[in-house]
């Protein structure tokens, strides 16, 4: 059973391995694969506690979707706003720290969303209220402080893919 919850980290460990080296040389994918087995097969007993939700394809494949639709719609999307707020001559921005609900239960998933809002420009997630479910959010622009708003416009998008992986 050990083994089994190494699998998912070993794949992901070389999947990030190959993309950071930019290269598919025999070196790089001998060197990838071994470094991925060290570092996935101490870290995976470790960090995976359901070895068969890790190995899902189903949960594998809303990974996948989820990673492109934030690299490169959500991302851009984010980096496309801030420069515009940045270059507007009256700099148009009504920053505050909101607290936005959240509805998942994994620590997986609650961290997914508040890494993906910091990593996002524009939002930082600043506190955690895991009692009351709420993220403390600093947000450039606020439209409304408001639960219904925060959460529509700052962690919906991320929380169905982080349910669908992570729950």
């Given at each position: 059973?050990?083994?089994?919850?190494?699998?998912?980290?070993?794949?992901?460990?070389?999947?990030?391995?190959?993309?950071?080296?930019?290269?598919?040389?025999?070196?790089?994918?001998?060197?990838?694969?071994?470094?991925?087995?060290?570092?996935?097969?101490?870290?995976?007993?470790?960090?995976?506690?359901?070895?068969?939700?890790?190995?899902?394809?189903i949960r594998l494949l809303w990974l996948i979707a989820y990673a492109f639709k934030y690299f490169f719609v959500d991302e851009i999307r984010a980096h496309t706003d801030v420069i515009k707020r940045i270059l507007h001559p009256k700099l148009p921005i009504n920053p505050g720290i909101v607290r936005v609900p959240y509805h998942v239960?994994?620590?997986?998933?609650?961290?997914?969303?508040?890494?993906?809002?910091?990593?996002?420009?524009?939002?930082?997630?600043?506190?955690?209220?895991?009692?009351?479910?709420?993220?403390?959010?600093?947000?450039?622009?606020?439209?409304?402080?408001?639960?219904?708003?925060?959460?529509?416009?700052?962690?919906?998008?991320?929380?169905?893919?982080?349910?669908?992986?992570?729950?």
């Amino acid at each position: 059973m050990k083994a089994a919850r190494c699998i998912a980290p070993i794949i992901m460990l070389f999947i990030i391995y190959i993309m950071f080296s930019g290269s598919i040389s025999p070196y790089d994918l001998t060197l990838g694969l071994i470094v991925s087995i060290i570092v996935g097969g101490i870290m995976g007993s470790i960090l995976v506690t359901n070895a068969a939700k890790s190995l899902n394809p189903i949960r594998l494949l809303w990974l996948i979707a989820y990673a492109f639709k934030y690299f490169f719609v959500d991302e851009i999307r984010a980096h496309t706003d801030v420069i515009k707020r940045i270059l507007h001559p009256k700099l148009p921005i009504n920053p505050g720290i909101v607290r936005v609900p959240y509805h998942v239960e994994s620590e997986y998933a609650i961290v997914t969303i508040a890494n993906s809002i910091t990593n996002t420009p524009g939002t930082v997630t600043v506190d955690l209220d895991t009692k009351r479910k709420y993220l403390y959010v600093h947000w450039i622009n606020v439209k409304a402080p408001d639960e219904k708003t925060t959460y529509k416009n700052i962690v919906k998008p991320f929380e169905k893919y982080a349910k669908k992986i992570f729950d």
